[in-house]
T-cell receptor, first 113, second 114 residues
Framework: KNQVEQSPQSLIILEGKNCTLQCNYTVSPFSNLRWYKQDTGRGPVSLTIMTFSENTKSNGRYTATLDADTKQSSLHITASQLSDSASYICVVRPTGGNNRLAFGKGNQVVVIP | SQTIHQWPATLVQPVGSPLSLECTVEGTSNPNLYWYRQAAGRGLQLLFYSVGIGQISSEVPQNLSASRPQDRQFILSSKKLLLSDSGFYLC?????????????FGPGTRLTVL
């Protein structure tokens, strides 16, 4: 079973609307949780990072939340733009420094005009 | 600033042919280097990582190998490609192992084995 599960697998939203992506993980203990944005055919780019003691982190129209008790994180996109069409990947780094990150399969977001 | 390069960007190879994908990093010294494969509908799978020249750790048994001949060069190879080797290959680098340590990804190589 994958240690990081993301939902929904894919969604289509209208330009200007908000959406929330979910990430549930079983990795424990962990040092940080990161959300990446991956445009089609490109490498992932980091959006936000939170350590286990942080609850929220924003990057422009992207806001990530973390509940370490329930092992859940979310990424909220406000006032979506066409350029937000991408895959959003939740990545959890276990404590231990071995660099073996746990990756979710991604949320595929398509923003339509 | 640091940059990471991968080439080629796309590659179509017949089954049984050899493979060589190259990754180079600029603007940093002694980086940790990684090779990932991303199959359609699946998460990134770590294939190899390296903490220094000539030091390679393999994560899964497979048809591929990696080498690090220079500090900022990482090569992914195969002697004979399989159909299952098709996918999107990503190279990444990181500096150190701190709590906020980020892995920076390259642009990727799309490999199609026919």
């Amino acid at each position: 079973k994958n240690q990081v599960e993301q939902s929904p697998q894919s969604l289509i939203i209208l330009e200007g609307k908000n959406c929330t992506l979910q990430c549930n993980y079983t990795v424990s203990p962990f040092s940080n949780l990161r959300w990446y944005k991956q445009d089609t055919g490109r490498g992932p780019v980091s959006l936000t990072i939170m350590t286990f003691s942080e609850n929220t982190k924003s990057n422009g129209r992207y806001t990530a939340t973390l509940d370490a008790d329930t092992k859940q994180s979310s990424l909220h996109i406000t006032a979506s733009q066409l350029s937000d069409s991408a895959s959003y990947i939740c990545v959890v780094r276990p404590t231990g420094g071995n660099n073996r990150l746990a990756f979710g399969k991604g949320n595929q977001v398509v923003v339509i005009p | 600033s640091q940059t990471i390069h991968q080439w080629p960007a796309t590659l179509v190879q017949p089954v049984g042919s050899p493979l060589s994908l190259e990754c180079t990093v600029e603007g940093t010294s002694n980086p940790n280097l990684y090779w990932y494969r991303q199959a359609a509908g699946r998460g990134l799978q770590l294939l190899f990582y390296s903490v220094g020249i000539g030091q390679i750790s393999s994560e899964v048994p497979q048809n591929l190998s990696a080498s690090r001949p220079q500090d900022r060069q990482f090569i992914l190879s195969s002697k004979k490609l399989l159909l299952s080797d098709s996918g999107f290959y990503l190279c990444a680098w990181s500096a150190g192992t701190g709590a906020y340590n980020e892995q920076f990804f390259g642009p990727g190589t799309r490999l199609t084995v026919l």
